[in-house]
Nanobody, 127 residues
């Protein structure tokens, strides 16, 4: 079964940086996949922060596209989210999520329900 294990969260001062990692295991090679980072602030819904597909095409939420970078290491099977210039508004629980159905629809996926596998979450607190 596909498993995702996150790490890298913590507390950081405003303007600082963190790099989140998500180790993906149990995934067999297929014709496509969609990997994303979601976050949930207290009292808020999950929101898609960034997304990357098998080909490396990325998508960013407008509020983070100038400071966050999503990437993946295919050999190590790790998904990353480099977060720079962190602000108080970035405080949230961050989750990595995967859709391994393929089909070439990653470019339109933004809802949590479209991602079948989730990590446990890692807390990011900016002060």
């Amino acid at each position: 079964q596909v498993q995702l294990v996150e790490s890298g969260g913590g507390s950081v001062q405003a303007g600082g940086s963190l790099r989140l990692s998500c180790v993906v295991s149990g995934y067999a090679y297929s014709d496509g996949y969609c990997l994303g980072w979601f976050r949930q602030a207290p009292g808020k819904d999950h929101e898609l922060v960034a997304r990357i597909d098998r080909a490396g095409t990325t998508w960013y939420r407008d509020s983070v596209k100038d400071k966050f970078t999503i990437s993946k290491d295919n050999a190590k099977r790790i998904l990353y989210l480099q977060m720079n210039s962190l602000e108080l508004e970035d405080t949230a629980m961050y989750y990595c999520a995967a859709d391994i159905r393929g089909g070439g629809v990653c470019h339109v996926q933004r809802n949590p329900a479209e991602f079948g596998y989730w990590g446990q979450g890692t807390q990011v607190t900016v002060s």
